[in-house]
Nanobody, 116 residues
Framework: QVKLVESGGALVQAGGSLNLSCAASGPLDTYGIGWFHQPPGKERDGVICVSSTDGTIYTADSVKGRFTLSRDDAKNTMYLHMNNLKPEDTGVYYC??????????WGQGTEVTVSS
C-alpha cells in the first residue's frame, strides 16, 4: 500500500497563497489523484481531482479560478496551488490516490488556516 505525506499547511492571511505538497511512496501517474478538504466540524469534500481514465480535471465550484493541481511524476509528488485564499478555505487538506470519487489511499492531512 502506498504512503502519502502532505506538507505545506500554514496560517495565512485572506488573499494570500499557499502551495501544498503530497509525496507518495509509489507511482501516481497511472492513478486518479486529488485533493480533499475538511472544514472544522464538517465532512470532507473533494476540491480538485484528475481522472486516470481520460485526464479530466474536476474542480469544486468554490475553488475554481483559485486552486490548481500539478504533479511531478518523476518525484511521485502532487501539489495543490492555492491562490486568493478565503477564510472558508480553512481546514485540513488531504491528498488521495486511486480515483476521484472513491480513492483508496489517503494522506494524514495538513492543516490550513486562513485568517480574515
Amino acid at each position: 500500500q502506498v504512503k502519502l505525506v502532505e506538507s505545506g499547511g500554514a496560517l495565512v492571511q485572506a488573499g494570500g497563497s499557499l502551495n501544498l505538497s503530497c509525496a507518495a511512496s509509489g507511482p501516481l501517474d497511472t492513478y486518479g489523484i486529488g485533493w480533499f478538504h475538511q472544514p472544522p466540524g464538517k465532512e470532507r469534500d473533494g476540491v480538485i481531482c484528475v481522472s486516470s481514465t481520460d485526464g479530466t480535471i474536476y474542480t469544486a465550484d468554490s475553488v475554481k479560478g483559485r486552486f490548481t493541481l500539478s504533479r511531478d511524476d518523476a518525484k511521485n509528488t502532487m501539489y495543490l496551488h492555492m491562490n486568493n485564499l478565503k477564510p472558508e478555505d480553512t481546514g485540513v487538506y488531504y491528498c488521495a490516490r486511486g480515483g476521484c470519487w472513491y480513492p483508496t489511499d489517503w494522506g494524514q492531512g495538513t492543516e490550513v488556516t486562513v485568517s480574515s
